[in-house]
């Protein structure tokens, strides 16, 4: 793909350290002659959350910067925060443009708004009403209300009312928008996770599960993917999953890191997907991994700057 800014060349760094046998179990692990995770499938999708947007938004070096970076690691899905500011500051002019220059220029496929409450959703309806050109609108809405961590004032009853809100302006829109979540625990309150799972599914296209450890652990996020699994199948569809990795220093930065253990994030996805594969769980039949999401921009950057390898 011909792009119309110039790269940045940064040399790849090989062999900083050896991959640590200690943090990946070997019989839920599958090696290829460099020593590297190897897996059966590919991501179809390969996400990253972009915080300081407002900062980033309508200067073009910085824009650039962010769209080269996503190309240079095969990011093909952006997810963009703040946008409570840029959206009440009436950005729209420069958003729209960012978006198909996104799109257009840099192939990012995915566009997605990262919203908390009824109110945000409505304004994503108006602004993408309000765009002719479909590649200046989002094609994805993001729900990320942590209904487990809110306690009273937002537990899952007040999540759901936001959460079919949601749903129901992606669906509306022409064409349909993805309606995702991004989810932790089933719990606020517990001893519905079942009903919960079954709500999530009922609304939503796809779902986001956190995998925040050190080094990718399936079995970290079984049980999530059990209860979703159990209610995808109640419903007969499939659902699909994207994992979450965080390159925060207190999960997986050192993973990533070239300057740590240099783990690329096709290669985080690679392990899970191959964990997957071994595991056996109810409803596994009904969940189909589709790809990763990084948390986020900042983090990822400081672990895998910019790359373009000099032998494509």
Not at 25 to 52: C, F, I, K, W
Not at 197 to 202: N, P, S, Y
Request: net charge neutral; with cysteine.
């Amino acid at each position: 793909m011909k792009h119309s800014v110039p790269f940045l060349f940064i040399v790849a760094l090989f062999g900083m350290t050896s991959c640590k046998l200690d943090v990946i179990q070997p019989e839920e692990s599958h090696l290829n002659s460099t020593g590297r995770m190897t897996a059966d499938v590919q991501a179809d999708y390969r996400g990253v959350y972009v915080d300081g947007f407002r900062h980033i938004l309508g200067n073009s070096q910085r824009e650039d910067s962010l769209l080269t970076w996503c190309v240079s690691h095969s990011i093909n899905a952006i997810s963009l925060y703040d946008l409570n500011t840029v959206m009440g500051d009436e950005r729209y002019t420069e958003l729209a443009w960012f978006v198909k220059k996104a799109r257009t220029n840099y192939g990012i496929s995915q566009v997605a708004a990262v919203r908390g409450s009824s109110a945000n959703f409505t304004q994503n309806a108006t602004y993408d009403a309000s765009r002719m050109d479909l590649n200046e609108r989002f094609n994805v809405y993001n729900l990320e209300n942590e209904w487990w961590n809110n306690g009273p004032s937002c537990n899952f009853s007040c999540y759901s009312t936001i959460l079919q809100s949601m749903s129901n302006k992606a669906r509306n829109a022409s064409p349909p928008i993805t309606a995702e979540a991004y989810i932790g625990w089933f719990q606020n309150p517990t001893g519905q996770e079942s009903q919960q799972a079954k709500t999530l599914v009922r609304w939503l296209d796809r779902i986001l599960v956190h995998d925040y450890r050190p080094y990718p652990q399936f079995g970290y996020m079984q049980s999530r993917l059990s209860l979703l699994g159990k209610a995808a199948q109640n419903q007969n569809r499939v659902l699909d999953v994207i994992v979450l990795f965080s390159a925060e220093p207190e999960f997986m930065q050192n993973y990533f890191s070239v300057s740590g253990q240099n783990h690329s994030f096709d290669e985080a996805y690679a392990d899970i997907v191959n964990q997957f594969n071994a595991a056996t769980f109810s409803g596994k039949n009904n969940i189909r991994l589709i790809g990763y999401q990084i948390f986020d921009y900042s983090f990822a950057k400081q672990a895998r700057p910019t790359y373009i390898s000099l032998f494509q």
